[in-house]
């Protein structure tokens, strides 16, 4: 496993560079992960601004106007909050580059890194006001969807990481209770689907106060939304995130011979849990006599893939507004109760064991079918809102 992209690179290139000691496997891919999502969902508002879908919106703006005292303070501020930890980066490497994320979230730091942080970042608030010509004035300008993509994007990840976070605790209220601070902070362990509806109610909310139209944006965002999903689960088989399935210790079938032997079933040996699967499995009550295990990761990378190509030729030809978001319910849905069968869950007690996420991709099924049957009648109408 490559838990950072230093491991990837010395494995694959035999390159030793220590700097990518600091960039995890599973950060890097999610990053990739918003950023194609970010770019499909801006192609996509601009072709439905052209079809007429979709249309920019009036909003007044002040030109000419220098940086006030609070806004001086704030860049100050994250001037220092930068260069109190980028100095003592550099100065203390080795130590921090052992466990970056803790590094980060420590108050270990350079004060005059931070000095020098905030010098600068005030000093180039001051060098632009200087540039700054003539009396405020406010004038109109045109906005179009597209434009606000960067903006969606940052509500997609604050509220997604946010969700996914929560939801993932509500599923593991043990390891919540036995370290609040750690599973509140850390990095590993989010729920997708979690992720999903918060970041789903920020975003309509943003398109409801910003006069874009709901349903022609889901319809826009959700296929890049399955892409960001299928790159995501690549960087939790990079740095073995403890995404992996059930035990498999039954040998790969013969059918099944041109397929390579990890993508049957795989030990995740160097992963960044540092844990030996075997062992894991045991505390879990498993019984695995080899210790390797499904590798979820791979499935829901080749199928969420494959869903988004189906989207990808298909989104030309439904008219009907609503068919890419009810379709992406039923796939998503569908999907996500498949790999399931054969993932570790927490399950609660009920109906004889059920996973969270196995109640909501249960929803988003009963949910997409109905909308299959409703939008060719109420569609377009919904889609004036």
């Known amino acids: 496993m490559y838990p950072t992209l230093y491991d990837l690179v010395l494995d694959l290139f035999g390159m030793s560079i220590p700097p990518f000691k600091l960039v995890q496997s599973f950060g890097m891919m999610v990053a990739l992960a918003f950023l194609a999502a970010s770019m499909d969902l801006k192609s996509e508002l601009k072709r439905k601004e052209e079809q007429g879908l979709l249309q920019s919106v009036k909003k007044n703006v002040w030109r000419g106007v220098k940086s ?8 100050a501020l994250i001037g220092f909050a930068i260069g109190y930890k980028f100095l003592a980066l550099i100065t203390d490497f080795d130590t921090a580059s052992l466990n970056p994320q803790a590094f980060i979230l420590s108050s270990e730091g350079s004060l005059l890194g931070g000095l020098l942080g905030a010098a600068i970042s005030v000093g180039m608030r001051i060098w632009d006001d200087s540039k700054v010509k003539g009396e405020p004035r406010e004038v109109e300008i045109d906005v ?8 969606i ?4 990840a604050v509220f997604g990481i946010g969700g996914a ?15 609040p601070v750690g599973a509140l902070v850390s990095f590993s362990g989010l729920s997708f689907l979690g992720g999903l509806i918060c970041a789903t109610a920020a975003i309509l909310w943003y398109a409801r106060k910003n006069n874009i139209k709901m349903l022609h944006l889901t319809d826009a965002a959700l296929p890049g939304l399955m892409l960001a999903y299928g790159i995501g689960r690549m960087g939790c088989q990079l740095a073995g995130d403890g995404d992996w399935g059930i035990p498999n210790d039954a040998p790969k079938p013969d059918w099944l011979a041109w397929l390579p032997d990890w993508a049957w079933a795989y030990n995740y040996p160097n992963n960044v849990l540092g844990i030996d699967l075997k062992t894991d499995y045991a505390q879990m009550g498993y019984v695995s006599l080899t210790g390797y295990a499904w590798p979820t990761p791979i499935y829901e990378t080749t199928m969420a893939l494959l869903i988004f190509g189906f989207f990808w030729v298909m989104r030309k030809r439904w008219k009907t507004p609503g068919l890419v978001a009810a379709w992406y319910l039923i796939l998503a849905g569908a999907e996500r109760l498949a790999i399931e069968q054969i993932r570790i869950n927490n399950e609660y007690p009920i109906l004889g064991g059920v996973t969270q996420a196995e109640i909501i991709s249960t929803i988003m099924i009963v949910i997409g079918i109905v909308f299959v049957f409703l939008m060719p009648k109420v569609g377009h109408k919904w889609a004036q809102y």
């Open 153 to 156: 994007t940052i509500l997609a």
């Open 144 to 151: 179009h969807p597209y434009e606000q993509v960067g903006t």
């Open 165 to 179: 976070k929560i939801f993932h605790n509500l599923e593991n209220l043990d390891e919540l209770m036995a370290d």
């Open 68 to 75: 006030s005292m609070l806004e001086k303070l704030t860049s």
